[in-house]
């Protein structure tokens, strides 16, 4: 043995990593072996009836074994896990990893504190996560429950840290080191260090956040003896904190204290809630309903998200939740408590979309009428839509033989909600006073199908006059959201038909299923599936056609300057969407090309200048970060993605798109939905890669003049152009291979208009920020063309042929 002891310590004083890196991992297997040896040696000795001189045999043998043992620590060892080099560095660590994961009790020891604490604190991310891993093992299960409380007050500075920098492994398996050490040593933990693990069931990454709700779930059930107790110990936990958000923390913990509770002790406990905890209840049982019925994860965590629910489990959950809620639901919604606070009613009428179609014929009838009552007496917008949706989905669920029950009871509140619209448009007021009824009208003509010719020609008559009625702003926006959501309601239902027959849909998020079955089932029963969906197609068809002409001319007039931005706004997002559905591009759709339709020429250079005018409004004095800070986009935001959205689909040209460009530079939402419709137009029309070539150029030259009249000094005149560039094809990758052409058509068009007759020279500047994503096989034309101009401006023309001939010189190295 001693031969190799010496061997590994002179290799281990070598100045090169390789023979170190041998030193190490020679020096700690020997030592794993030395220990083996030792520990044989220890059972040896405790066997009975051992003669004498056996007894010193082995004593003399056992401190051999030591003494070599400790001269490898100390040569080797302590050397390695001090290296200069991380891969010496890492043999130690690796080697201590293999002890920790077969007998961890070797490492419990208080010589191995100290270098134990130093591989946690390794400067090579990759020995510092293989120090984390080999820590966790040491804690998995009781072994020596004072070592490890010594060895865990020794590290928990570090393993601490790690969680609150939250970076990779780290993070995770000191959260794991303390969940496991409290399963046989909670005392180990205080109350700071507690609250440290609390906080991270709110982290994004779900690893993470999961760890640290199996830790608080434990320490939750050891206060508490029943289901209710430990649900309104949640509640304060949430509300203590200091993110307060539902959802996050029962995405996870939601796995450790399903097994322990039923539905009935959530409505038992709203039930007998006072009035101050009546929305935080409905707030949590919200959140967990959304998690166990739809596997619902904030979208905050869906970049982390690692665990999915199986499909079994969520039907099995949904059954069980519809049983239990058309129970209760009437009773809880009868209670004053509930009614008086708009956030937790909208919350209680929400949770009726996640039902199934368990509810028997007396609790769907008794649900729909109260949900009806909740409509009509409303003031609330959130409370009117949430109520709305909540029919349409027990509409879809109540099936063939309750469908009736759910249908009569949206046609009197239908006929009810017209009644009084019809009504209150007659009254001299209605130009001036905006009330709850523009709510209810727009969510009824939005959701539900019935007889609307009377609707439509009142909302289309007070549209066209008023100017001469001088309607108020918000009275032109309710009778316009009315007037238009019935023609797309019919849309939407000839796309159901589409999608039910496997035909591509135009635009599947405005697909209805609910409504075309309603539709469906209310057809003649002697005729087929087939044969009815005919019929309605038909006179679906029939209606559109006759309405979208008359909707086309009235929405124009409200493009017009003469009204408000917000009139211009909504007019604009009508439009948008009447384009979508029957602009001329329609004419090659498999299914809707009947509704094709000419639209104007001046209409879409109009839209543009009313993103522009909504640009200066809502985002010119913001920057991109407040921009991106806000909860909710601008209305700016809104109508760019919009028109983005309609660019990348091909509908809008991008000969118009020029404003839309110069506002890239402006903030960062701007250019990250330019450059993804410039990738989708690329990706779906390659061949017409030019149109946004001749729309980007434009834009740059138009910066230019800009900054010209200006009268800007000549080294800043190019700075807004060039920033267009790089936001395009610098900080904002195009990713298709045509945008490699686009970038050669910009080159052309850049060295043309710069070096023509009382051309702008400087403009060649320009080509920079497109060189380093000039394709290497389009170097020799831009070459070529660049030596034909060369006379024109020798010096720059000059200096840019030498940085292409240098960029294609290293290509082909």
């Known amino acids: 043995m001693h031969p190799i002891v010496t061997f590994c310590t002179v290799l281990k004083g070598g100045l090169w990593t390789s023979y170190r890196m041998i030193a190490v991992i020679a020096g700690m297997k020997t030592m794993t072996r030395l220990h083996s040896y030792y520990?044989?040696?220890?059972?040896?000795?405790?066997?009975?009836?051992?003669?004498?001189?056996?007894?010193?045999?082995?004593?003399?043998?056992?401190?051999?074994?030591?003494?070599?043992?400790?001269?490898?620590?100390?040569?080797?060892?302590?050397?390695?896990?001090?290296?200069?080099?991380?891969?010496?560095?890492?043999?130690?660590?690796?080697?201590?990893?293999?002890?920790?994961?077969?007998?961890?009790?070797l490492l419990l020891g208080r010589r191995w504190q100290k270098y134990i604490y130093l591989a946690l604190r390794d400067k090579?991310?990759?020995n510092r996560d293989l120090a984390f891993n080999m820590v966790d093992y040491l804690f998995?299960?009781?072994?020596?429950?004072?070592?490890?409380?010594?060895?865990?007050?020794?590290?928990k500075i570090e393993l601490f840290f790690a969680i609150q920098k939250m970076d990779g492994i780290p993070p995770y398996k000191s959260i794991c080191v303390c969940t496991n050490l409290a399963k046989y040593a909670d005392e180990a933990l205080n109350q700071v260090e507690r609250s440290l693990i609390y906080i991270c069931v709110y982290y994004k990454p779900q690893i993470i956040a999961f760890k640290a709700a199996e830790y608080l779930a434990m320490q939750l059930k050891k206060m508490v003896n029943t289901p209710k107790a430990l649900i309104k110990l949640i509640i304060v936990f949430n509300e203590e904190s200091t993110v307060k958000t539902e959802s996050l923390l029962i995405d996870v913990l939601y796995y450790f204290i399903q097994p322990v509770l039923s539905w009935d002790d959530w409505f038992d406990l709203i039930a007998n809630s006072k009035d101050e905890k009546v929305?935080?209840?409905?707030?949590?049982?919200?959140?967990?309903?959304?998690?166990?019925?739809?596997?619902?994860?904030?979208?905050s965590r869906i970049k982390w998200k690692l665990l999915q629910m199986k499909q079994s489990d969520l039907m099995q959950n949904r059954t069980q939740f519809t049983r239990s809620l058309g129970q209760n639901w009437i009773k809880?919604?009868?209670?004053?408590?509930?009614?008086?606070?708009?956030?937790?009613?909208?919350?209680?009428?929400?949770?009726?979309?996640?039902?199934?179609?368990?509810?028997?014929?007396?609790?769907?009838?008794?649900?729909?009428?109260?949900?009806?009552?909740?409509?009509?007496?409303?003031?609330?917008?959130?409370?009117?839509?949430?109520?709305?949706?909540?029919?349409?989905?027990?509409l879809t669920v109540a099936g063939v033989s309750r469908a009736n029950l759910v249908t009569s009871v949206c046609n009197q509140l239908v006929d009810q909600v017209l009644a009084e619209f019809l009504e209150y448009i007659k009254m001299p007021l209605c130009t001036l006073v905006p009330t709850p009824i523009h709510n209810r009208i727009i969510y009824v003509s939005q959701s539900f199908d019935f007889n609307d010719q009377i609707l439509w020609e009142t909302c289309k008559n007070n549209l066209l006059t008023t100017s001469i009625n001088k309607h108020s702003d918000e009275l032109i926006l309710a009778l316009m959201t009315i007037y238009y959501s019935r023609l797309f309601y019919y849309i939407k239902l000839i796309e159901g038909l589409n999608s039910e027959n496997n035909t591509t849909a135009h635009n599947s998020s405005l697909s209805?299923?609910?409504?075309?079955?309603?539709?469906?089932?209310?057809?003649?029963?002697?005729?087929?599936?087939?044969?009815?969906?005919?019929?309605?197609?038909?006179q679906l068809v029939n209606k559109i056609n006759s309405r979208s002409n008359e909707a086309l001319k009235t929405i124009k007039i409200f493009l017009s300057d003469k009204f408000s931005n917000a009139v211009n706004i909504m007019a604009f997002k009508i439009m948008a969407t009447f384009i979508e559905y029957f602009g001329p591009h329609m004419s090659s759709h498999p299914t809707l090309w009947e509704f094709a339709t000419h639209i104007e020429e001046d209409i879409e250079p109009r839209m543009t200048e009313i993103v522009g005018v909504a640009f200066q409004n809502d985002c010119l004095y913001k920057s991109s970060s407040e921009v991106e800070s806000c909860n909710e986009p601008s209305e700016c935001c809104r109508i760019i993605k919009q028109?983005?959205?309609?660019?990348?689909?091909?509908?809008?040209?991008?000969?118009?798109?020029?404003?839309?460009?110069?506002?890239?530079?402006?903030?960062?939402?701007?250019?990250?939905?330019?450059?993804?419709?410039?990738?989708?137009?690329?990706?779906?029309?390659?061949?017409?890669?030019?149109?946004?070539?001749?729309?980007?150029?434009?834009?740059?030259?138009?910066?230019?003049?800009?900054?010209?009249?200006?009268?800007?000094?000549?080294?800043?005149?190019?700075?807004?152009?060039?920033?267009?560039?790089?936001?395009?094809?610098?900080?904002?990758?195009?990713?298709?291979?045509?945008?490699?052409?686009?970038?050669?058509?910009?080159?052309?068009?850049?060295?043309?208009?710069?070096?023509?007759?009382?051309?702008?020279?400087?403009?060649?500047?320009?080509?920079?920020?497109?060189?380093?994503?000039?394709?290497?096989?389009?170097?020799?034309?831009?070459?070529?063309?660049l030596n034909e101009v060369k006379s024109h401006d020798p010096k720059k023309v000059s200096e840019y042929i030498s940085l292409l001939k240098e960029r294609q010189r290293k290509s082909t190295e």
Not at 63 to 72: A, D, G, H, S, V
Not at 285 to 293: I, Q, S, W
């Open 332 to 394: 809880l919604m009868n209670m004053k408590k509930i009614l008086q606070f708009p956030t937790a009613l909208i919350r209680m009428i929400k949770i009726l979309q996640f039902v199934g179609m368990q509810l028997s014929p007396e609790a769907i009838t008794d649900i729909c009428k109260k949900l009806s009552d909740i409509f009509l007496s409303s003031s609330e917008e959130r409370v009117v839509c949430e109520s709305c949706k909540s029919l349409q989905h027990l």
């Open 124 to 126: 090579n991310s990759f």
């Open 140 to 155: 998995i299960n009781e072994i020596d429950k004072a070592k490890q409380i010594v060895l865990f007050n020794c590290l």
């Open 39 to 105: 520990e044989e040696i220890i059972i040896d000795l405790s066997a009975p009836n051992l003669p004498d001189f056996r007894k010193t045999d082995l004593k003399e043998k056992k401190e051999t074994l030591f003494k070599y043992w400790c001269q490898l620590f100390q040569n080797v060892f302590k050397l390695a896990i001090r290296d200069v080099s991380c891969d010496v560095r890492r043999g130690a660590i690796s080697e201590m990893f293999r002890w920790a994961s077969r007998n961890p009790i």
């Open 643 to 785: 028109y983005c959205e309609l660019l990348g689909e091909g509908i809008l040209d991008w000969k118009n798109a020029m404003q839309i460009i110069l506002l890239i530079k402006e903030n960062k939402l701007h250019g990250d939905y330019l450059v993804n419709c410039l990738n989708a137009f690329l990706k779906k029309f390659p061949e017409y890669f030019c149109k946004p070539g001749y729309a980007i150029y434009n834009a740059v030259a138009t910066s230019v003049k800009l900054e010209l009249r200006k009268q800007t000094t000549s080294n800043r005149v190019l700075d807004s152009a060039k920033n267009i560039l790089d936001e395009l094809f610098i900080n904002r990758k195009i990713k298709n291979p045509e945008g490699y052409q686009l970038v050669c058509l910009l080159h052309e068009f850049v060295i043309r208009q710069a070096y023509k007759k009382n051309g702008f020279k400087p403009l060649i500047m320009l080509l920079h920020p497109l060189r380093s994503v000039l394709k290497n096989q389009d170097i020799p034309k831009i070459l070529q063309l």
């Open 512 to 538: 209805s299923e609910s409504d075309v079955e309603s539709l469906l089932n209310s057809c003649d029963n002697s005729q087929d599936a087939y044969s009815s969906r005919i019929v309605l197609k038909s």
């Open 279 to 299: 929305e935080p209840s409905i707030a949590m049982f919200f959140a967990y309903v959304n998690k166990a019925v739809v596997s619902y994860s904030p979208k």
